[in-house]
């Protein structure tokens, strides 16, 4: 599960509200929404998306190591 705290709470943080974060992500409010709800799975490209307007940054790792 991605964070969806995390974005929703970096989001506030920003002071961005959904709407404003949504048009900076290039997505309607909706899915934006259903997404910080988890009812939408959420595909690498849109979660760069997200990641991007809120300065996060996708870090992938091997879970053996």
Known sequence: EFGYKVSKNKRIK???SQRQLAELCGMNYAQLA???LA???VSIGVL???CKP???QIEL???AD
Do not use: A, F
């Open 54 to 56: 809120l300065g996060l």
């Open 34 to 36: 259903k997404i910080e």
């Open 61 to 63: 790792s091997d879970k």
């Open 14 to 16: 920003l002071g961005y």
């Open 39 to 41: 009812t939408n799975s």
């Open 48 to 50: 760069e998306r997200i």
